[in-house]
Each structure stands twice: as structure tokens, then as C-alpha cells.
């Protein structure tokens, strides 16, 4: 069955940068797009962006575009999330969740399975 | 940016009632709308996309309905289980953009 597993949550100070992990399984993980998508406390859901997992191509969401890289290693099959820059504003729960696959428009289908989430907290 | 103007925000229902939520974008999507929920401490759910197809799985009293700029999840007969957040999602024009969100309460 497909799943996607996240690291574990983490506290950081203001300023600092953050990588979140999302190891897939259960399908081919070249073969569909990952998207990440966060969701501050009490909050509603914000897109950040998609990578593909077979070229390494990304979409970053303008608001994000300066502080954001999404990468992948395909020996683990694990996409990764890194944000710099933090501050408060970027306390949030962060998803992984999985796209399109690389044959189709990568609109023409929204996220299927999710990761199960990993905090950030920001906080001197 | 397309916004995405989800009402209500909140309601409060009873178990058998027939719930609707809207979501209105800002610009034309055509039917590149998704629906899901999600209960608290999990991720969301998709239940329907495009627009107006079950997700396979979900309960046939979930039914979505519009295109172009108007778009509506019905609940025809509201379930325990129902009660939780729903969010509609654009996924045509980026940023994709999520709607504000609908929380369903129990009355």
C-alpha cells in the first residue's frame, strides 16, 4: 500500500533552516509528483510547491520561492524539504503528499496520499 | 493568486441532516476542483476531484457538484463520522490555493 512517512518534529530558533524527510513506498516512487503543503496551528492548508521525483524538476509557490528547496534521492526513495530563514510565521505542520503521476499534466491531478505530518516549531 | 471563498466557515448539523458547502473562486478553474476532509491530528482525505467524482472508497453521500467559478460538497445524510474540517483546493492555476476551510460540528 502506498506510504508516505515523514521525520519526526522538530524545534528550531529564528533564523535557522530546517530539512523535513518523506520516504515513499508501496508504488514507484519516480512515477509520481510530490507535493509539500503545510498548515499552521489551527490553521488552514497552504500549498509550497511540487518536485518530481524522476527529473528533479520543481514548482515553488512564489511566497516561498527565496527560502525554499525541494529535493529528492531516488536510492531511498525519500523527497526532502528544506526552508531557511525561519521565523515564527513558519510554525506549522508540513505535509508531503503525492501527485500526478509523470505521464499526466501534473494539474490534472491533486494530492492522493499524504505523509502523517512533522511539526516545526519555531521559537527563541 | 486565485482565491478560493469557502462558506460557511462553520456549521452545526445533526446526525441525518443534509449539509452543503460552497466554495467560489475568483477566476475561472474549470472543473480543477478537489474536495477533502480532515479530522484533527491527521492528514486530509481526498474525496472528490474533479469537481464532481467520488474518490473510490468514499460513502455515496458525498456528492460534488459546479465548474468554472461556483462549486458545492453535499453531505445528503450527515454520519458521526462526517464531522470534521473540509477544505476545498484549486489545482490549476498556480499557487494552487486551498479554500479557508469548513468545520462541521455536531449540534
Known amino acids: 500500500q502506498v506510504q508516505l512517512v515523514q521525520s519526526g518534529a522538530e524545534v528550531k530558533k529564528p533564523g535557522a533552516s530546517v530539512k523535513v524527510s518523506c520516504k515513499a513506498s508501496g508504488y514507484t516512487f519516480r512515477d509520481h509528483y510530490i507535493h509539500w503543503v503545510r498548515q499552521a496551528p489551527g490553521q488552514g492548508l497552504e500549498w509550497m510547491g511540487w518536485l518530481n521525483p524522476n527529473s528533479g524538476g520543481i514548482n515553488y509557490a512564489q511566497n516561498f520561492q527565496a527560502r525554499v528547496t525541494m529535493t529528492r534521492d531516488t536510492s531511498t526513495t525519500t523527497a526532502y524539504l528544506d526552508l531557511t530563514s525561519l521565523s515564527s510565521d513558519d510554525t506549522a505542520v508540513y505535509f508531503c503528499?503525492?501527485?500526478?503521476?509523470?505521464?499526466?499534466?501534473?494539474?490534472?491531478?491533486?494530492?492522493?496520499?499524504w505523509g502523517q505530518g512533522t511539526m516545526i516549531t519555531v521559537s527563541s | 493568486d486565485i482565491q478560493m471563498t469557502q462558506s460557511p466557515s462553520s456549521l452545526s448539523a445533526s446526525v441525518g441532516d443534509r449539509v452543503t458547502i460552497t466554495c467560489r473562486t475568483s477566476q475561472a478553474v474549470s472543473y480543477a476542483v478537489a474536495w477533502y476532509q480532515q479530522k484533527p491530528g491527521n492528514a486530509p482525505k481526498r474525496l472528490i476531484y474533479p469537481a464532481s467524482t467520488l474518490q473510490s472508497g468514499v460513502p455515496s453521500r458525498f456528492s460534488g457538484s459546479g465548474s468554472g467559478t461556483e462549486f458545492t460538497l453535499t453531505i445528503s445524510s450527515l454520519q458521526p463520522e462526517d464531522f470534521a474540517t473540509y477544505y476545498c483546493?484549486?489545482?490549476?492555476?498556480?499557487?494552487?490555493?486551498f479554500g479557508q476551510g469548513t468545520k462541521v460540528e455536531i449540534k
Open positions: 483546493l484549486q489545482h490549476t492555476n498556480y499557487p494552487w490555493t
Open positions: 503528499a503525492r501527485g500526478a503521476p509523470r505521464v499526466a499534466l501534473v494539474s490534472a491531478v491533486p494530492f492522493d496520499f
